[in-house]
């Protein structure tokens, strides 16, 4: 299958909203790192074990963007809203190598 980044990343959003394990795991490199206001530089183990179970404090989440910078760097602008009402923004700043994901840098929005 010949994936482009964004459409790697778009099935990875797909898989952390769904929490499909399964089909998330193989979408990320070995060595991927995380880094966020919260997370800097975590590793892959690290990552699914803190990030990805998060979801269902979301009521929903959707991608606003996907937008390619180069070959490998791709922005990701997406809105989700809390269980208490409370929408945000942000944006990722997604690197995606070979068809993996290598490397996942948030920036926190404000309260929309």
């Known amino acids: 299958m010949n994936s482009t980044p964004a459409s790697v990343i778009e099935a990875a959003f797909r898989c952390y909203r769904s929490q499909d ?28 074990e803190r990030c990805f179970p998060t979801a ?18 791709v922005f990701a602008y997406y809105e989700y809203e809390l269980a208490g009402g409370d929408r945000y923004r942000n944006v990722e700043a997604i690197t995606v190598r070979g068809g993996l994901i ?11």
Request: proline share 5%.
């Open 56 to 73: 269902d404090r979301f009521t929903r989440q959707r991608l606003l963007h996907v937008t390619p910078a180069d070959g490998e760097l």
């Open 102 to 112: 290598r490397e996942v840098r948030v920036f926190f929005g404000g309260r929309e």
């Open 21 to 48: 394990l399964a089909a998330a795991l193989p979408l990320y490199a070995e060595d991927f790192t995380f880094t966020s206001p919260q997370d800097d530089r975590i590793d892959k183990a690290a990552f699914f």
